[in-house]
Nanobody, 127 residues
Framework: QVQLVESGGGLVQPGGSLNLSCAAS????????MGWFRQAPGKQREGVSC????????YYSESVEGRFTISRDDAKNTVSLQMNNLKPEDAAVYYC????????????????????WGRGAPVTVSS
């Protein structure tokens, strides 16, 4: 049974940084693409960043490109999202997800097809 548990969310001032981590269990993470998604109140869920299995190729949404960095450690079954220079519009609940057979960009774009989600970690960006 796939289990994904996010941690590291919280309150940060604009321009600050946070590191989100996702602990995966119940499956072989190395066989899956992994990703981070977010959903702000009243808005649709969106793909923030995803990382493929094997070659570790990455995808970032245009809104976070250059500020966020995704990484994975298959030996530790974790995937992380380093978020720098946070903006108020980055505030949302951030979700970790796993997708078998996908690569980074399709996973992030077709978020509605993903079946395995964590419960989410809230991120607030405010002064």
């Amino acid at each position: 049974q796939v289990q994904l548990v996010e941690s590291g969310g919280g309150l940060v001032q604009p321009g600050g940084s946070l590191n989100l981590s996702c602990a995966a269990s119940g499956f072989t993470m190395g066989d899956y693409a992994m990703g981070w998604f977010r959903q702000a109140p009243g808005k649709q869920r969106e793909g923030v960043s995803c990382i493929s299995k094997n070659d570790g190729s990455t995808y970032y949404s245009e809104s976070v490109e250059g500020r966020f960095t995704i990484s994975r450690d298959d030996a530790k079954n974790t995937v992380s999202l380093q978020m720098n220079n946070l903006k108020p519009e980055d505030a949302a609940v951030y979700y970790c997800a796993a997708s078998w057979g996908e690569t980074a960009q399709p996973m992030c774009v077709r978020w509605y097809a993903i079946r395995s989600w964590g419960r989410g970690a809230p991120v607030t960006v405010s002064s």
